[in-house]
């Protein structure tokens, strides 16, 4: 609930304002240098689109005309960068897919409708740089003095950051500061784009069923990416201040230092940092531009008599000299190559000749959460597959 | 006391509420503009968010 308070607080501030209030100072995505904004309305042969570039805006119908304005503004397999695609909504894609699956590999433009298919392959992916939903990652980056629901529509986002299109909108979100963990996530774009490339051209293959193995990578791919985000996002000084009200942060004042145990005094009760879980730290408040230089682990929470939380970490270098400073504690980040771990370690488990995905034996049970943003975008694409 | 209690919002506050999901026993302290009877909590993340404007 007070998550919502502090979301209510950002707007209104806005409201006051009459000018966005920043919910991030880094990139919310990953960052493709080369993007196409199309926005595409109907299905088939009433498809219409209007495909915008740096160079050009071309609207045209017609499921070759869309195809053939994407090959002229430069998507196809022929680029080693993968292109991005902006839109503004969640049906231009669909639409784009259902044209590109009427190509055939003989046409002249299944390069560029296998460059669709890879777009709707790596559109789940979080974070990604293949499908960038502009009022979605405006939303991530700022707050306005509106109810959620208007910050769905891109003439908002037009207006309250005075952009004249959606290209214009992308300039804003790429004046944000480098976001270091998600080039990791652009790199798995680029790996992904090149595999697209090669499957698309040897065997024409793009729209055949995803192989089991590949599936089962992919989603371990998404978990990490997931992960890489939400630990980007705690990166981000405003992310963290934000990340107090969720209680993923934790912030207090250092009361005793005893054989690298270090207790604080917390300013809130409902952190979510549990005993055993491994975490980050550093000096400061929770938006101080620092990377955590601490390590180590809570060792235990508590509430004093007088209502006082305590937390208790075990943490390498505690130091008493840090007695009366303020700390703030986080969830340990992701890795620099958690998403390239991801995938060549199950890719490597899931290729051996002994693995229960070939051989069909029942697997030793190994579980994990699925982030919420995961099955989402499954239960979306299910949703879609039944259309 | 922060801006929140200011007339000219509150028309607002009743809209992102209703868009926020605050509970509705929290809400009309803050909308009405008594949020000293809202939770603390809840108080301190809306002065948090109203003092995030003020950040780079």
């Given at each position: 609930m007070s998550a919502a308070a502090f979301d209510l607080g950002l707007r209104l501030r806005a409201a006051a304002d009459q000018h966005p209030v920043a919910r991030?100072?880094?990139?919310?995505c990953a960052i493709a240098p080369h993007v196409v904004a199309v926005t595409a309305t109907g299905r088939g042969a009433a498809l219409t689109a209007t495909v915008h570039t740096a160079a050009s805006t071309v609207t045209v119908q017609g499921a070759r005309a869309v195809l053939s304005a994407l090959a002229t503004a430069?998507?196809?397999?022929?680029?080693d960068e993968p292109p991005g695609l902006l839109v503004e909504d969640r049906r231009t894609l669909p639409a784009l897919l259902s044209v590109a699956?009427?190509?055939?590999?003989?046409?002249?433009?299944w390069p560029s409708a296998a460059a669709v298919g890879w777009w709707a392959d790596r559109a789940?992916?979080?974070?990604?740089?293949?499908?960038?939903n502009v009022p979605v990652l405006c939303a991530q980056a700022w707050a306005t003095?509106?109810?959620?629901?208007?910050?769905?529509?891109p003439r908002h986002w037009r207006r309250w950051l005075r952009a004249r299109d959606t290209l214009d909108l992308w300039d804003r979100l790429l004046a944000l500061d480098p976001a270091p963990l998600l080039r990791q996530i652009r790199a798995d774009d680029e790996h992904s784009w090149n595999s697209w490339r090669d499957r698309a051209s040897h065997?024409?293959?793009?729209?055949?069923h995803e192989h089991h193995r590949d599936a089962a990578v992919n989603l371990a791919v998404r978990c990490a990416a997931a992960d890489v985000i939400a630990a980007a996002t705690l990166t981000d000084p405003l992310g963290r201040v934000a990340a107090v009200h969720t209680g993923d942060v934790v912030s207090g004042t250092v009361l005793d230092v005893t054989d690298a145990r270090l207790t604080l005094a917390v300013?809130?009760?409902?952190?979510?940092?549990?005993?055993?879980s491994p975490v980050e730290a550093f000096i400061?408040?929770?938006?101080?531009a620092v990377n955590p230089n601490l390590s180590g682990r809570v060792a235990g929470s508590a509430v004093a008599p007088d209502g006082t939380g305590l937390l208790t970490l075990r943490l390498?270098?505690?130091?008493?000299?840090?007695?009366g400073s303020t700390v703030t504690v986080l969830p340990q980040r992701a890795s620099m190559n958690a998403v390239k771990q991801a995938r060549y370690t199950y890719g490597s488990l899931y290729g051996q000749r002994g693995s229960w995905l070939v051989t069909g034996k029942t697997p030793v049970p190994h579980r994990r959460d699925v982030p919420l943003e995961v099955l989402a975008a499954a239960a979306a694409a299910d949703r879609e597959d039944k259309k | 006391m922060i801006a929140v209690t200011e007339k000219t919002l509150s028309d607002l506050t009743r809209r992102v509420l209703a868009g926020t999901g605050i509970a509705a026993n929290d809400a009309p302290a803050v909308a009405a503009g008594?949020?000293?009877?809202?939770h603390p909590l809840l108080l301190a993340a809306l002065q948090d968010g109203w003092r995030m404007g003020d950040r780079p």
């Open positions: 991030r100072v880094t990139h919310p430069g998507v196809d397999l022929s680029t699956r009427t190509i055939s590999t003989d046409d002249a433009l789940d992916i979080p974070g990604t740089s293949a499908v960038l003095g509106a109810p959620p629901a208007a910050e769905r529509h065997d024409g293959g793009w729209r055949q300013t809130r009760i409902d952190g979510r940092l549990r005993r055993d400061g408040p929770p938006d101080r390498g270098r505690a130091s008493s000299q840090m007695v | 008594a949020p000293s009877q809202a």
